[in-house]
């Protein structure tokens, strides 16, 4: 990590932000999780099954 001087500290300026209230007067997040497994051993002797679960997310915001 690079080290910085006091006189890159000084130079440095900052500006606040609005509040959130004002950025935005509707915020909505819809999240919706999936997840699907499946495995199937019928009609089999010393057989092995696998199974692999995949997740889906989807997240939408307005």
């Known amino acids: 990590m690079d080290t910085i001087s ?9 500006e ?3 509040s959130r209230e ?3 007067w509707i ?3 819809n999240i919706t999780a999936v ?4 495995a199937v ?5 010393g057989s092995v099954a696998y ?3 995949n997740q ?3 997240v939408s915001q307005s």
Do not use: R
């Open 35 to 38: 997840n699907l497994a499946l």
């Open 41 to 45: 051993n019928a009609g089999t002797f």
């Open 6 to 14: 006091v006189a890159e500290l000084e130079a440095t300026t900052v």
């Open 27 to 29: 915020n909505i997040a």
């Open 51 to 53: 199974a692999s679960a």
């Open 56 to 58: 889906l997310i989807g």
């Open 16 to 18: 606040l932000l609005p």
């Open 22 to 24: 004002t950025l935005a």
